[in-house]
């Protein structure tokens, strides 16, 4: 048996990404049970992975001596998920986005809080290397007090009606392309950027997905208490230009950029250089890091807190583009 079990709640889409970093790190983590309303998934997913099947993951808490859980289900049963995994003592592992709503951030904090696990947050970008390297050389000061952010998260989404499924209506995903892709660039921003966000808008568009209830592209601009100011476009409708960085900083000493790949950077003292560095299976990094946060007790990277502000960031540009104002941010 694995050093730490895990029951999967959710076993369609994303789950195959998880499932892949639990077998890599099968020595100190693994899936012993698996939810699913559709009893079938649950039976198929129960078979490939030798786990209990279950169509409630209700019951799968209450029989199963887990260690943890992995959420892994449409964005509007997240808040569910979280709270009653925590009101029965299991870590959480949850996909993006953590929750909806500031009501429901609220509820998913209080019932960490007073139940004492570990929350990771499943923002799996940031464990590729360029990310890495870019937060420690961000965090060393390299380019000095950082100016500006951007992020990019855009490519060409073949969906259509058939098969877009709850992702098409914005009561079961919370929006559009903004809080599902865009919540990528969303949490690599705020990781680069450093700071708490202050304000958030945003210019939301549907250029070729139009049967969808939301927006299939949107432009972002952030504000964070310390001074930085975050840029993010993020589509379904369309690859970006070839020239477009995954994610770029400018500060007082210089800038740096990427392409998810490689990282450059250029000092105004003269210096530049370039690193290329081995690509890895970014879903396996995270399974991995939040096996051992578990094992040694440490923070995991991104937890509630984190989770949260991204959430805040997403709601406060859907504000700003409700209302063509510049919007608080509120969930914090």
Known sequence: MPQIKVGLIGGGGIASAHIRGYREHADKIGITAV???????AADRGAELGATPYSDYRRMLEAEGLDAVDICLPHHLHRDAIVAAAEAGKHILCEKPLCLTAEEAAAVRAAVTASGVTLMCAHNQLF?????????????????TVYEVRTTDSFYNDFDPTTMGWRASSSTSGGGELIDTGYH??????????????????????????????????????????????????SWAYQPAASTERFSAVGELGALHSDGTSL?????????????LEPVDTF?????????????????????????????????????????????VLAK
């Open 284 to 328: 396996a990094a995270e399974i991995g890091h939040f096996a051992d946060s578990l094992l040694t007790k440490t923070r995991p990277l991104h937890t509630e807190d984190e989770g949260i502000a991204v959430l805040g960031i997403l709601l406060a540009a859907y504000e700003g583009a409700r209302t063509k104002t510049i919007a608080p």
């Open 128 to 144: 590729l290397p360029a990310v890495a390297k870019a937060k420690e050389l961000l965090d060393a000061g390299t380019i000095g």
């Open 35 to 41: 939810a699913d309303a559709v009893e079938q998934t």
């Open 185 to 234: 660039p969303t949490y690599l921003m705020l990781h680069l950027a450093g700071g708490s966000p202050v304000e958030a808008t945003a210019m939301l568009s549907t250029h070729r997905l139009k049967f969808m209830e939301g927006e299939d592209s949107a432009q972002v601009m952030v504000r964070f208490d310390n001074g930085v100011v975050g840029q993010l476009v993020t």
């Open 264 to 276: 450059s950077w250029q000092l105004r003292s003269g210096e530049t250089r370039t690193v290329d």
